[in-house]
């Protein structure tokens, strides 16, 4: 049985333009690392950050990966505690489901230490536990993608109903992160709560649209699917240069482009890699044009795999 292991868990896109709260999927990097160690005492503790610049809580009930942790030990009835170190590789607040990767990291991570007793589709509560802990919600379309991979839908939070979605062959995303912080419970709470129901039928009929087009490969469908008039026109008041940005990655050839999760990265999602590269290089000269904003470039296919150990 192990003592010790460290998870990676992926970075995300959320929401997919149409699919607020309900649609991500998952980059192969950057990503998230946390090591757990066993212990007779039954207590969670975080005792090591790197790559957060001292922004994240050691208390474990306020990290989202003490709370994943927690969560699980406590539901099981382990009768042991656990250490963690987290390794923060990827940038927090910036709309690339940093609190869900190390929270689906963490909780991967502890059930292999339990001899993985539990299926891969019941860790996803502890993670929603931990994103609400972090944001106030627990959205799981950050969660969900990390755990599982691919794109995934969620059709019903009450109760969870999880969809994996099909990966059209050689789609490619670009995710730009301008160096400037946007947090989620703010972005939260500048939507309306309420739609009208002309921006209701646009956006469920983009959605649908968008699944379709996954199902079916057809990648003209995709782009002309990728369209969010219900997030997208508030939060991308809080986002320096976007609609430059997003009007240069189009140009480009990107298939569609919007906000990333609650922002302020974005992404657009291409044919292949080597058009998602040349995309997202364009959108960062824009940014730099456009509001002098230096931002960071990923470049990824979809990752079907989730989390995976990387060190035993
Ligand atoms: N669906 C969530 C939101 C994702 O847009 O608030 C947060 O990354």
């Known amino acids: 049985m192990r003592t010790s292991v460290t998870v990676y868990a992926p970075a995300t896109v959320a929401n997919v333009a149409s699919g607020f709260d309900v649609l991500g999927f998952a980059l192969h990097k950057p990503g998230d690392f946390v090591t757990l160690k066993k212990k007779e005492k039954k207590s969670v503790d975080i005792v090591a950050i790197e790559g ?21 030990l406590k539901a099981a009835g382990f009768p042991f505690g656990v250490d963690i170190i987290l390794k923060k590789a990827m940038p927090l607040s910036s709309g690339l489901g940093s609190s869900a990767a190390s929270a689906v990291a963490a909780v ?39 755990l599982f991979g691919g794109f995934v839908l969620i059709r019903s939070y009450e109760p969870l109903d999880i969809v994996k979605l099909p990966v059209p062959a050689g789609l490619a995303a670009a995710v730009v992160h301008p160096h400037t912080e946007v947090r989620t419970a703010d972005a939260r709470r500048i939507l309306k709560k309420e739609l009208r129901l002309v921006d209701a039928v646009r956006q469920w009929g983009n959605l649908a649209a968008l699944v379709a087009a996954l ?7 995709l782009g002309r699917s990728l369209q969010d008039v219900v997030a997208e026109p508030l939060r991308s ?25 609650s922002g302020p990265s974005l992404f657009a999602l291409c044919a292949s890699l080597e058009e998602a590269g040349k995309v997202g290089r364009a959108m ?3 940014f730099l044009k456009e509001v002098s904003l230096e931002s960071d470039l990923y470049v990824s296919e979809v990752n079907q795999e989730g989390p ?3 060190e035993d």
Do not use: M, W
């Open 108 to 146: 991967y991570g502890v059930n292999l230490l339990a001899g993985r007793v539990l299926p891969r589709q019941e860790l996803l509560p502890f993670t929603l536990h931990a994103e609400e802990a972090a944001c106030g919600t627990p959205h799981a379309d950050n969660a969900a993608p990390a």
């Open 237 to 261: 008041l809080l986002i320096p240069g976007f609609p430059g940005v997003k009007k240069t990655a189009l140009e480009n050839g990107a298939l569609g482009c919007s906000i990333s999760g």
């Open 52 to 72: 957060d610049g001292g922004k994240l809580s050691l208390d474990a009930a306020l990290n989202t990966a003490g709370v994943a942790v927690s969560g699980y």
């Open 215 to 221: 199902y079916q490969e057809d990648l003209g469908l």
């Open 284 to 286: 960062q000269q824009s």
């Open 308 to 310: 995976k150990v990387v």
